[in-house]
Structures are given as C-alpha cells and as structure tokens.
C-alpha cells in the first residue's frame, strides 16, 4: 500500500511538526505493508531530507514580502506538483490544516487548534488560506489523527466532528534524549559557557502563544543571587508578531543573566535539556508539548503551565502554575533550585512519566488508521 505523505515543512528548520513528521516516518519502517512517498514540495521521495534547505526561512520571508499572495500562489504550484508525484497512491496523509486535493481517500493530523484560539500568531495571508479551507479539509479526512485527548475534543466540538473519526496517538521522545552525566556534559555545555545544573531553560518558538513574558517576569522576581548562579537560557527560533516579545527580551538581555541561544540543533538541545537545573515551559497554549516530554526524558524537571494538553504530558511529575502568576512561578523556581529532594521527586517521576509515550506507540496508532481507511 502506498501512502503520500507532505513533509513540505522538512525544507524549513525542525520545529514541533517537523520533528513528529521525521520520528514517524522512522517508526513506520517496521511495518513494510506500507510503502511512503514523502511529498517534498516538488516530487515524492521514499527518502527524508537529511537537513533544511540552506537559508530556507530567509528566502520564504523574502518571497513573502516581494510577492502578492505569496502563499496562495505557492500552494497552486505545489498543488499541481503534488497531483503528478501522487499517481498511484492509495492514500493521502497531510500534518497540515490544509491538505493537497486528492482523489482517493485522506487522513490529516490537527496538532492543535492554535488558529481558532491565537490568530495573531498566524500570518494574515495564511490565516486567510487556512479559515478558508480548514473546515473543508476537516470534512473531508476520514479520519483525524490528534496529538491528545485535549486537542480530540477541541476538534469534535469546534467543527463538529463525530467521536469516531477521531484518533488520538500521543508522540513519542526520540532516543537521543536521556540523562546525562556532569562529565558528559561539561564540554559541551562549556562551549556555550554554561555549566550542568546551573541553568534554567526555556524551549519554543519566540511568539506570544509560549508566554515567554511571565517567564521573564518571573525571573526577574528571584533574588538576584540566585540569578547570579542560574541565568535564564532561551532557545527557540523567531516566530510570528516576535515585536510583542522585544522590549521585555531586550531588558533582560542588557543584564547578561538572561541569554537566547536561538534555534539549535538537535544534538544542542539535547544537551541543554539534560544539563538544565529545570525546563520552565509556560506556555498558553499547546497541542502536546514535545519539549516537556523531552525535558522528562533527560531528566529535568519540569514548571509548565495547568493548560490545554500539557497535564496530559507531564501528569504528576509536573510542576504547574497559572500561566498569569509570575510571582507563584518564581516560586515554583526557587523551590526547585533549593529543595534537592523535592528536585530530586520530580525527576524520578518525570522519568517514569516519559517511559509512558513513545514514537513506536504513535506509529502503531497511525498505521492502524491507515489500515482502518484502506479497509473501508
């Protein structure tokens, strides 16, 4: 059975979907009924692309401000390259909002419905695009794979989806994120002048969603010694309205103890992850929540936020404020840093929660959709 599926967002950086995308093709190999086309904008390959194309981000900005509809003309293109490469595909799987027309029968997966709670993130053409077609592409799907039991009844209650259409199959934690000694780390957490377990982190997208604000706030609120010995690390590529994170991100920069790393590679941020005192991860808003799966995984403990699908990741291993509270998250902060047991509890359990997901599991789910579609 030959199953399309659009890895176009492979040709930029790998952030949440594109890491899923890569760990579920990888999974799926040992189920060799299916046979992938991976659509990469321009033909389908069965191979994954090795790394982003170089200056990729750049270059699509570039196109978007030089190019009336910019992104609807894209989608033409590739609509019509996508109907060439997918002769003789039995189905059509998209991780988008906004699948490709296809003749035969299509499954897409809604990470979250972050266009209906955050707009603002979501360049205004391609807002545009996505509440034209969303709905449709919806409709259409016979099934919806969704990253959580959240986002599931999200989808069912927003667009009227029955139960049954519905599939939820968690991600999974790549292998390369595990526990890691002093001495293993040392060099090259060195190399970014930072020292294991004397750091805190934060992970995602530089856009109001991930509410990086509380978590300067709440820095800014810890005694300044203690800021002295754990500066505040950010990682994460610019992301949509970056304007509304400026001013605060520039005072905290000016003081030295707060330092963006940006986006980084995998290898990287496995590292950081393991090396970090604890993950601060505040976010408004979230589908799943890689980074605290990840963080559990390397033995982190994790402060996140009581919202959206993230209790459904972290459990009780989680440490969880109102994403509105500074001042409670500064605490959550200094508890962890000072009270090695309590630290200690949460990484235990954080361990023991990661054991729980697995990308094996998500491709389990996934083929039994795919087969569940083909069987009519």
Same mark, same amino acid.
């Given at each position: ?67 009336? %509809? ?10 019509? /390259? ?10 059509? !799987? ?22 209906? !709670? ?13 509440? /034209? ?10 099934? &919806? ?5 959240f986002i599931g009844e999200e989808v069912c209650r927003y667009y009227g989806v029955?139960?049954? /259409? ?11 994120f595990h526990p890691r000694t002093p001495a293993q780390l040392a060099a090259p ?21 991930? %509410? ?108 969880? &404020? ?55």
């Amino acid at each position: 059975m030959r199953i399309a599926l659009n890895a176009g967002i492979l040709r930029a950086p790998r952030t949440g979907i594109g890491q899923y995308l890569v760990e579920l093709v990888q999974a799926l190999a040992v189920y060799p009924e299916f046979e992938l086309a991976l659509f990469n904008g321009w033909n389908c390959s069965p191979e994954l692309p090795s790394a982003a194309l170089p200056g990729y981000s750049r270059l699509s900005g570039l196109i978007k401000r030089c190019v009336p %509809n910019a992104y609807a003309l894209r989608r033409l293109i590739e609509q019509q /390259r996508f109907k060439r490469g997918s002769a003789g595909v039995d189905l059509y !799987h998209d991780p988008s909002l906004w699948p490709f027309e296809f003749d035969g029968p299509m499954v897409m997966t809604l990470h979250d419905l972050t266009h209906v !709670h955050f707009p603002e993130t979501q360049p205004a053409d391609r807002l545009v695009e996505i509440e /034209r077609h969303a709905a449709r592409s919806v409709e259409r799907a016979r099934r &919806i794979l969704v990253d959580s039991q959240f986002i599931g009844e999200e989808v069912c209650r927003y667009y009227g989806v029955p139960a049954e /259409r519905v599939v939820v199959a968690p991600l999974g934690c790549a292998a390369r994120f595990h526990p890691r000694t002093p001495a293993q780390l040392a060099a090259p957490l060195q190399a970014l002048d930072l020292q294991p377990g004397r750091y805190l982190l934060c992970v995602g997208t530089l856009e109001p969603r991930k %509410n990086l604000q509380l978590a300067l706030r709440a820095y800014d609120l810890l005694p300044a010694s203690l800021r002295a010995q754990y500066p505040l690390v950010i990682v994460g590529m610019p992301g949509w309205r970056p304007e509304q994170l400026a001013e605060p991100l520039q005072r905290s920069l000016a003081t030295g103890q707060v330092r963006l790393l940006g986006y980084q590679s995998d290898t990287v941020l496995a590292e950081l992850l393991a090396g970090a005192r604890l993950l601060l991860f505040p976010s408004l808003y979230e589908g799943f929540g890689l980074p605290v799966l990840e963080a559990m995984a390397s033995g982190t403990p994790v402060i996140l936020s009581h919202s959206s699908a993230l209790p459904e990741v972290a459990g009780a291993a989680g440490t969880y &404020i109102d994403p509105q509270d500074g001042r409670a998250c500064a605490e959550a902060i200094q508890q962890l840093i000072d009270d090695r047991s309590e630290w200690q509890r949460c990484r235990e359990l954080g361990l023991q929660r990661a054991k729980e997901f697995s990308w094996g599991r998500c491709a389990a789910a996934t083929a039994s959709v795919y087969r569940q579609v083909l069987e009519g």
